[in-house]
């Protein structure tokens, strides 16, 4: 069964530095996402991606974010200058956009961000 | 805005006990009702849905109704295995959108005892 990969699985970086999560979606789909659940507190919505662009963010995802496609495989989250509280486990979403908002959001294992 | 609220855990019950998790939510549309699960060391797995009201969905024994009248979505299991030990978490998401978030509710640690 096709499924929803990411790497790394976990990633320690120091404070101000960028980090690049990678995700690689399931290869039919049209809708890419992230979340982030910091420990122990509920899972957030980030951002949503379609058709090479932005469809919806949260307040969350400020100007230290970014979200890329670069080829057609891989689904990229960057954090710019990396603060303490974005230590959290981040998880990438695919779905496959059929009309109607029934869609099922397929997630990744998730990449554990530790920021020292 | 749109919200999700569940009962908070942890839950602890013995092998082939009845297990409810209360989950109500709040949303100005016609939301998809979803359980996903998160087992430890994974990452979030759908466990069920619903898109309309009265719609029963199930998997691996559990079930939940979409109780538009009551605006609920109880995650209910006849008899829960040590294996079913992991977080739960109720979400929903705007039934219009193709391209909606997922609002989650705080999750529910279940914890089963053999």
């Known amino acids: 069964e096709p499924e929803v990969t990411q790497t790394p699985s976990h990633q320690v970086t120091q404070m101000g530095q960028e980090v690049i999560l990678r995700c690689v979606p399931i290869?039919?789909?049209?809708?890419f996402y992230w979340y982030r659940q910091i420990l122990g507190q509920k899972v957030e919505f980030l951002v949503s991606f379609y058709n090479n662009e932005i469809s919806e963010k949260s307040e969350i995802f400020d100007d230290q974010f970014s979200v890329e496609r670069p080829d057609g495989s891989n689904f990229t989250l960057k954090i710019r200058s990396t603060k303490l509280e974005d230590s959290a486990m981040y998880f990438c979403?695919?779905?496959?956009?059929?009309?109607?908002?029934?869609?099922?959001?397929?997630f990744g294992p998730g990449t554990r961000l530790t920021v020292l | 805005g749109d919200s999700v609220t569940q009962m908070e855990g942890p839950v602890t019950l013995s092998e082939e006990a009845f297990l409810t998790i209360n989950c109500t939510y709040t949303a100005t549309g016609y939301p998809s009702l979803f359980w996903y699960v998160q087992y430890p060391g994974e990452g979030l797995q759908l466990l069920l849905k619903a898109t309309k009201a009265d719609d029963k969905g199930s998997n691996k024994g559990f079930e939940a109704t979409y109780r538009k009248e009551t605006t609920s979505f109880h995650l209910e299991k006849g008899s829960v295995q040590v294996s079913d030990s992991a977080v739960y978490f109720c979400?929903?998401?705007?039934?219009?959108?193709?391209?909606?978030?997922?609002?989650f509710g705080s999750g529910t640690r279940l914890s089963i005892r053999p």
């Open positions: 979400a929903l998401s705007d039934l219009y959108s193709s391209a909606s978030k997922i609002i």
């Open positions: 979403a695919s779905s496959p956009g059929r009309l109607g908002g029934t869609d099922t959001q397929y």
């Open positions: 290869s039919n789909h049209l809708y």
